[in-house]
């Protein structure tokens, strides 16, 4: 139960400034959706009503935040505000070397530069995409070794995101030290659904990695809600704070890439910390090579202490229970509706799997994107595919890469949308159910090389 003696997780905040929101009108949707190539993601937000495109980098700032970016010490080497954030990342996660970066994907970028090389293996928890591109870049190959319960939407398991010892010992075993840098366990799991990893598999992971010498970090963009899953569901785990297990989490990682975007609520913001002197000395040149001097990487200095606020308040009880309520709240309320839940919910969004909700569209004519489509056409209201257009192509074969599971994410802002918001948020996914035998299916019609959700332009298909 949250702080208070009330069981309901209302908003442990109240609204000093609004930001007015409109809904389009059909005929304009209908429009924009065409100018968009049928493709969300080209869509300007203005013309979106409510925005679950992502809760990356769109989180709202508190006063506190705001207050801090006054407070931006804009020295181009060793800014105050430097010192805050790594002084925060020290006392929250102990790491002892911070390398600042503009987003997680700039310190992945940093992190895989210095450590991976051609023909390397990246085993891991369903990397993120932006992670796995980075490593394919590099010329390595990622290697799933999730546990299999992660495959199947509807199995009430606590911690989906745990990776199976036995996949990354084979791996340890084929592989051996010299070919795997490192392992990745990414916490929230994304790609499979914001599932949280445990603290025992993570020790676990630690464990058998030390015994091959092979290191292992932390995607940690989700880490604090991470650490809220593995306060309420992990045995003998309640009694400890939420700091307490940050530590803990942390204890497991020789390397953290960050996100901060996500958990440190800012909008913009990353990097990568690791408690390893000789990690940091090679990533800093690299640092400072892609992102900018040690001390700013890529950022204003009143970002890093907008940052440096947020890593704390991203870990605060009160909140992370109304957050992973309000996302709780969504899901509970589509299930009831009927709709095809990935159960149980993930901690940043609610996840519909398209292979109940449009059977007959096979993969390659993306059920995900034809959801989208008509869900911004119907509401005004913006999901994101997480499917086999996410997947890509086989680099060797060219194929596409048929989606295990085949998801539309329904992408929580931190702060931002009241529950009233996720009512309205409801009706516009039963709407696109009401209609569901009528959806066809998308044809490529531009498809960028690499990441291309982002760009990609379609026809519906005959
Ligand atoms: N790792 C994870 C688990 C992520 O979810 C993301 C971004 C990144 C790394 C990259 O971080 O965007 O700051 O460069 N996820 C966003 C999303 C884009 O919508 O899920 P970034």
Not at 16 to 25: A, H
Not at 54 to 78: P, V
Not at 291 to 318: C, K, P
């Amino acid at each position: 139960m949250s702080s208070n003696e009330i069981e309901v997780e209302a908003e442990p905040f109240r609204i000093k400034m609004v930001e007015p929101i409109r809904i389009p009108s059909r005929e304009l949707r209908e429009r924009r959706l065409e100018e968009a190539g049928l493709n969300v993601f080209l869509i300007k937000g203005e013309d979106i009503y409510i925005d679950l495109l992502t809760d990356s980098g769109t989180g709202a700032m508190s006063d506190r935040q705001w207050a801090g970016l006054m407070m931006g010490d804009e020295t181009y080497a060793g800014s105050r505000n430097f010192y805050h954030l790594k002084d925060a990342v020290k006392d929250i996660l102990g790491f002892e070397h911070v390398l600042p970066c503009h987003q997680g994907r700039g310190a992945e970028n940093v992190l895989h530069t210095a450590l991976i090389k051609d023909g390397d293996v990246i085993p891991g928890n369903t990397h993120f995409d932006t992670t796995k591109a980075h490593i394919e870049h590099k010329g390595a190959t990622a290697v799933d070794c999730t546990i299999d319960e992660a495959a199947d939407p509807y199995i009430d398991h606590p911690f989906k995101g745990d990776l199976d010892l036995k996949k990354l010992e084979a791996v340890y075993k084929e592989f051996g030290k010299d070919r795997v840098p490192f392992t990745v366990v990414t916490a929230t799991c994304n790609s499979g659904g914001g599932q949280p990893v445990s603290l025992e598999n993570m020790r676990a992971v630690k464990r058998l990695s030390d015994s091959y010498g092979i290191r292992v970090c932390m995607d940690g963009a989700r880490y604090a809600e991470n650490c809220y899953f593995i306060k309420t569901r992990e045995k003998r785990m309640e009694c400890h704070t939420i700091k307490d297990i940050t530590r803990m989490e942390a204890d497991c990682f020789d390397i953290m890439t960050m996100s901060a975007k996500k958990d440190a609520i800012v909008n913009i913001g990353g990097f990568v910390a690791t408690r390893d002197p000789d990690i940091y000395d090679k990533i800093k040149n690299y640092g400072i090579l892609f992102e900018g001097f040690v001390t700013y990487g890529g950022l204003a200095g009143r970002d890093l202490e907008a940052m440096a606020v947020g890593m704390y308040e991203g870990i605060e009880e009160s909140y992370l229970a109304y957050r992973i309520g309000q996302v709780r709240y969504l899901a509970e309320r589509l299930k009831e509706a009927g709709m095809p839940v990935l159960w149980p919910p993930g901690g940043h969004a609610v996840y519909l799997d398209m292979k109940r909700f449009l059977p007959n569209i096979p993969p390659d004519r993306f059920p995900g994107m034809a959801f989208c489509a008509h869900l911004y056409l119907g509401s005004g209201v913006r999901g994101v595919e997480i499917g086999t257009l996410l997947n890509g192509r086989d680099p060797k074969t060219g194929q596409n890469r048929p989606a295990k599971l085949e998801l539309v994410r329904l992408t929580i802002p931190r702060r931002v949308y009241t529950f009233r918001h996720m009512d309205y948020v409801v009706e516009a996914v039963k709407k696109v159910w009401s209609m569901r035998d009528e959806i066809k299916g998308f044809e490529l019609v531009h498809e960028p090389p690499v990441l291309r959700h982002f760009t990609a332009r379609f026809r519906w298909a005959p």
